[in-house]
């Protein structure tokens, strides 16, 4: 089968909540018609829908690629006082992409992060987080709302130029590529030609994105309906977010070819991209983690001598005397060999040594259990 020359690496789905309205099983096959090799998933903040995503692409035999369009505070995730102008200059965006098992283990990270510690308007993370936990991610500069476009748009080069060299130099390696789109947005256009510029001045790759958030052109309509709801205004009030044209649609890879002609480089990097993404996740199978268990001894004996232990003090309370004519203890040590065996034939004892440990600890802590 021959592949297309594009791959969509922007991309929101119903998942980034009341504002992509994209649906998995329709993206899959609009994929397949177009014979894309593989298709990213990129949501606002969240990573909701990356394992649902990547059973469904996977089964259709397209590449998944898992990421997410994150939200960059400008200074500490943890400052919100400095940025009391507002939502506007709270965060830029960030397209990150995941490579590898590594790169997962960091978005997911990242994403919990922003919302645990960084939460302002949106969960947000910082350069300070991203340099710790760039590893395995490739990174695109993102939309107009990105920190180099919205630097471009504002007028201020300079700023648009060392903001692209630190995202090069936390993702070292030709992991950083400046997103190159072409929406019928006015404004893109004079930033398309900067970040050409910026491009060359700085080495760094550029990509072509279409920043999908519905599949069809004619669906724009719908998520404008969508956006409303989500900034709870009407359509028809004047001061509401909206998209100003109706190109954010799933584009077939002749559509951008034909926008990207005189920009070979921009569509050859989905490939490349696409390609150096290879995630592979294991499904369906316990992921427990490892309970360490004091040396000389494996998870199923450790679990035995506490559990013996904790039936003699049992039995102690029960009675104290210690004389067991006629009190058939010997029942209660049958009755836990017989629960032992059937524990360490399903390989339940680290299960059971994690519980344990939870309990004992909200125990210890006061906290009530059961």
């Keep these: 089968m021959h592949h297309s020359n594009f791959v969509h690496l922007h991309l929101h789905t119903q998942y980034s909540l009341l504002d992509g309205a994209i649906r998995l099983d329709n993206l899959l096959k609009l994929a ?133 060299s630190e995202y090069k130099e936390i993702f070292p390696d030709r992991r950083f590529f400046l997103e190159l789109q072409d929406n019928g947005i006015e404004e893109q256009r004079g930033v398309n030609s900067a970040l050409l510029e910026i491009g060359k001045r700085l080495d760094i790759p550029v990509v072509a994105t279409n920043d999908c958030h519905y599949l069809n052109k004619e669906d724009a309509r719908a998520h404008d309906v969508l956006v409303c709801i989500q900034t709870g205004k009407t359509v028809k009030s004047d001061d509401r977010l909206k998209f100003s044209t109706d190109e954010f649609y799933f584009k077939s890879p002749e559509e951008m070819e034909k926008a990207f002609a005189d920009c070979r480089e921009a569509l050859d990097s989905t490939i490349e991209i696409a390609e150096r993404c290879n995630l592979e996740l294991v499904l369906d199978e316990p992921q427990l983690p490892e309970f360490p268990v004091p040396e000389n001894s494996d998870v199923n004996t450790f679990l035995e001598s506490l559990a013996r232990e904790g039936l003699e003090r049992r039995l102690g309370d029960v009675n104290p005397g210690g004389n067991d004519e006629g009190t058939g203890v010997w029942h209660y040590y049958e009755r836990l060999e017989k629960e032992l065996n059937v524990i360490k034939r399903m390989g339940f004892s680290g299960y059971f040594l994690i519980v344990a440990d939870l309990i004992s600890h909200a125990r210890e802590g006061g906290i009530p259990v059961g």
């Excluded at 709270?90 to 978005?107: E, M, P, S, T, W």
């Excluded at 695109?140 to 903001?163: M, N, P, T, W």
């Design 32 to 164: 397949r018609n177009y014979k894309m090799p593989a298709v990213a998933v990129t949501d606002h903040g969240n990573m909701f829908g990356a394992v649902e995503f990547y059973k469904k692409a996977m089964k259709q035999g397209i590449k998944p690629i898992i990421g997410c369009e994150i939200y960059v505070a400008p200074g500490s995730r943890f400052d919100r006082a400095s940025q009391a102008r507002g939502a506007k200059e709270a965060f830029h965006h960030l397209i990150l992409l995941v490579k590898n098992i590594q790169g997962y283990k960091n978005l997911c990270r990242l994403v919990s992060a922003g919302y645990l510690e960084g939460f302002y308007y949106k969960p947000r993370v910082d350069k300070e987080l991203l340099r710790e936990c760039n590893e395995g991610l490739i990174a695109l500069s993102a939309c107009l709302h990105g920190e180099v476009a919205h630097r471009i748009a504002g007028g201020e080069f300079d700023k648009a130029l060392s903001a692209a």
